[in-house]
């Protein structure tokens, strides 16, 4: 199973842009995932969705980022609203466990990495 996210670029701040995660096959018992890392940093966790009915979104977005789930095309969606210069990372969707939900935005809960695209905010 591969992961490939689309829809990253250059903004300004307070722009939107809506990034996208597409799954090649079906996937079973997992939850799907954006992840953000900029260079010598930790890769963090941004939000989560598991089978449409549960999402997850990390303290510094909230309120700005929403994910959202179209089974029909095994695509997941990161909607990004008033980015801010802060928010330029590379962006990896991911997949990891239904058994892991509890701690999904932990990077060490997932088994599978897109190759990312980088999303960059100016001022």
């Known amino acids: 199973v591969q992961l490939a996210e689309s829809g990253g670029g250059s903004v300004q701040a307070g722009g939107s842009l809506r990034l996208s995660c597409v799954a090649s096959?079906?996937?079973?018992?997992?939850?799907i995932g954006w992840f953000r890392q900029t260079p010598g940093a930790d890769r963090e966790g941004v939000a989560t969705i598991r089978s449409n009915l549960a999402t997850t979104i990390a303290r510094s977005v909230k309120g700005r980022f929403t994910i959202s789930q179209d089974d029909a095309s095994n695509t997941v969606y990161l909607q990004m609203t008033n980015l801010k210069p802060e928010d330029t990372a590379m962006y990896y969707c991911?997949?990891?466990?239904?058994?892991?939900?509890?701690?999904?935005?932990?990077?060490?809960?997932?088994?599978?990495w897109g190759q990312g695209t980088q999303v960059t905010v100016s001022s």
């Open positions: 096959s079906t996937l079973e018992n997992v939850y």
């Open positions: 991911a997949a990891g466990p239904t058994s892991l939900w509890y701690s999904s935005l932990s990077p060490a809960s997932i088994f599978i």
